[in-house]
């Protein structure tokens, strides 16, 4: 009896360092993201890409990402071993990222690329999955751990780090100096993945063998009763519309931006804004559009948010023009994964749900924003900057579309 206090005093103490060890995990993470994503496109032009060039690198990794992103989720539910994964995926892509500062031309870029798409699909899921689960565990008790402040302390990383790798490129005079503030973030970050506490077993884990958990038997038919819902298959269409739509944007943004004589500085100041906008909604503005315009009225909403905003991108106009499009981000973005979620917990039985959530990435705006960076390469060389109004065109698609989403037609 002696042996089981001290046991049960560490149970009860765990919680409270699990949250600022998934604080600093976040932190670290979203502050790599940040420098690096913003300055890419402008990284891959100063190692030699073509314009033309630039969406389809983007692309391909992409669809690596999209491809491999549920293969190592679910390795690191065979191994049972997310932390060690994660903490290898971010170790693996501090490396590969320094490979674009040593490559030149198209080819060595891509085999740059294909690497560091492959190290980076682990570190999208894992972090979320692991923050979930811990968050889940102490809901019973008293909760230590929430995901929503550790997310949201990684979105303001994320703004600084934009920020501050404008900076780091105008006194480097080169944004290639952003690979190297990734790799050093991501190492730390790999470091901080090891310290996490350990998932604990769960009656879950000790069910149906690894080998039980493919796409056989009840698998394939929970994708298939998930794929007649009609409500879903009409908000595949609209989620791939209106998230492909910032395809474009990925891509040719900030080099239009900086063609227009925009320094690196002004660039990355743009590019946070849309992640304020992003983080605004989330936190105060979506939960009170979404109770008054419902999640079929919201989603119309963002796909009249996503015309207005790449029209204006479309017509090149001043700065504080392009600052008021990027404020939008926060509907075309986040407002329309909210109002995707709503969707989904009433059109979506209980039972499908994880069904659901993975195919709405995968065909959904996974599928759609890979797809359009393939073509956006091909779209720039045609139309320039006028290619945002194809942009424009799909979220007026999709907005006929939002009509009555969000119905009764939940399957039992």
């Known amino acids: 009896m002696t042996r089981l206090r001290p046991l049960r005093g560490q149970a009860a103490a765990r919680p409270i360092a699990a949250l600022p060890r998934y604080l600093w995990l976040f932190v670290l993470l979203f502050l790599g993201w940040g420098v690096l994503s913003p300055l890419l496109p402008a990284v891959l032009v100063a190692r030699g890409a073509a314009p033309s060039e630039v969406a389809l690198l983007l692309a391909i990794g992409a669809g690596l990402r999209l491809v491999t992103m549920p293969l190592a989720g679910a390795l690191a ?5 997310p932390r060690a994964l994660l903490a290898a995926a971010l170790l693996g892509a501090a490396l590969s990222v320094l490979g674009y500062a040593f490559a030149w031309g198209f080819v060595p870029l891509l085999v740059v690329g294909i690497a560091h ?8 899921p894992l972090p979320d999955a692991l923050a979930v689960r811990e968050a889940a565990r102490h809901e019973a008790g008293r909760p230590r751990l929430h995901y929503g402040p550790v997310r949201g302390a990684g979105a303001a990383a994320f703004i600084l780090a934009s920020l501050g790798a404008g900076k780091a490129a105008e006194v480097a005079g080169t944004p290639v100096v952003v690979l190297w503030l990734n790799a050093l973030l991501f190492g730390l970050a790999g470091l901080a993945a090891l310290r996490l506490p350990r998932p604990a077993e769960t009656p879950a884990e000790a069910g149906p063998p690894p080998a039980r958990l493919g796409l056989a038997g009840p ?6 009763a998930t794929l007649r819902l009609p409500s879903f298959r009409r908000l595949l269409l609209v989620s791939g519309l209106i998230q492909g739509s910032h395809a474009f944007y990925a891509g040719y943004a900030v080099l239009e931006w900086q063609a227009a004589g925009l320094g690196p500085v002004a660039v990355s100041g743009l590019w946070s804004l849309s992640v304020v906008a992003e983080v605004a909604v989330f ?3 979506g939960r009170p559009l979404l109770a008054r315009l419902g999640p079929g009225g919201l989603c119309a909403l963002t796909a009249l948010a996503g015309v207005l905003r790449w029209s204006v991108m479309a017509l090149d106009g001043p ?3 392009i600052a008021l499009a990027q404020l939008l981000h926060g509907l075309t973005f986040a407002a329309q994964h909210l109002a995707a979620m709503a969707i989904l ?16 990435a995968s065909l959904g705006s996974g599928l759609a924003t890979t797809l359009l960076l393939f073509a956006s390469g091909p779209l720039h060389d045609w139309l320039g900057i006028g290619g945002f109004w194809a942009m424009a065109a799909l979220c007026a698609l999709a907005m006929p579309l939002c009509r009555g989403l969000g119905g009764a037609d939940r399957a039992r």
Not at 345 to 360: F, G, Y
């Open 77 to 81: 539910d065979r191994l049972g071993a």
């Open 117 to 124: 798409a492959l190290t980076t699909a682990p570190v999208g």
């Open 219 to 224: 698998g394939r038919q929970a994708i298939a």
């Open 283 to 285: 936190f105060l503005f």
């Open 319 to 321: 700065v504080p023009a």
């Open 345 to 360: 917990a009433q059109t979506v039985p209980d039972r499908l749900a994880a069904t659901a959530q993975s195919l709405l």
